[in-house]
């Protein structure tokens, strides 16, 4: 049972590159999230969705994007990478079913640094 | 709209003696609030959650957490350090009906020997 997987976990960008963190779950869980995770800052949701073919914004989308065409995948997505964007970014998982919340799965992450 | 606030970035504490972490929340519904551990380079782990049921909640490694709706707390606690308590600890809250997850800031939690 692999729950969570997030892959890479580390990658180097330079300015201007782009990539996609991807983020696979295998728990059928409807509801996934990107969160940022910056040194005091705790975790920031980036984006987030409530099932397959629906995303929406949380705190901090900007410069990412997002699909969610399977209830498996929740890629993301930096088109032009920026300095600001260096991080370590956290896919999460969620289930809720018939109004109970089973409560959320982490993956462990992807270190992303832009020079 | 959710908030948590986690009163001290950093605390340290000798092993073997009692481990307080503050936190503290806004809440607009009745809070789920959560707790996660997470060691040096690695992803969050659950260490207890309330959702409503009994409000001392006990967790992994002999964690726990007591719900004060009084005083919108949910502090951490355990009553005796061990060095491989060492990790940044988050708080976090969601509602029911909610479909995201507010987290604090942290704190880093030192074990003197």
């Known amino acids: 049972n692999a729950g969570v997987t997030q892959t890479p976990k580390f990658r180097i960008l330079k300015i201007g590159q782009s990539m996609t963190l991807q983020c696979t779950q295998d728990?059928?869980?409807?509801?996934m999230y990107w969160y940022r995770q910056d040194p005091g800052m705790g975790l920031k949701l980036i984006y987030y969705?409530?099932?397959?073919?629906?995303?929406d914004k949380g705190e901090v989308p900007n410069g990412y994007n997002v699909s969610r065409s399977t209830t498996e995948d929740f890629p993301l997505r930096l088109e032009l990478a920026a300095p600001s964007q260096t991080s370590v970014y956290f896919c999460?998982?969620?289930?809720?079913?018939?109004?109970?919340?089973?409560?959320?799965?982490f993956g462990s992450g992807t270190r992303l640094t832009v020079v | 709209a959710q908030s948590v606030t986690q009163l001290g970035s950093h605390v340290s504490v000798s092993e073997g003696a009692l481990v307080l972490l503050r936190c503290n929340y806004s809440s607009s519904v009745p809070p789920y609030l959560f707790w996660y551990v997470q060691y040096p380079n690695q992803g969050l782990q659950l260490l207890l959650k309330y959702t409503s049921a009994a409000t001392l909640v006990k967790g992994i490694n002999g964690f726990e957490a007591e719900f004060k709706k009084s005083e919108t707390s949910f502090h951490l606690t355990k009553p005796s350090a061990h060095m491989s308590d060492a990790a940044e600890y988050f708080c976090?809250?969601?509602?029911?009906?909610?479909?995201?997850?507010?987290f604090g800031t942290g704190t880093r939690l030192t074990i003197i020997p």
């Open positions: 976090a809250v969601t509602g029911f009906g909610n479909e995201k997850l507010t």
């Open positions: 969705s409530v099932g397959a073919g629906i995303t």
């Open positions: 999460a998982s969620r289930q809720i079913i018939r109004g109970i919340d089973y409560g959320y799965t």
């Open positions: 728990m059928n869980h409807n509801y």
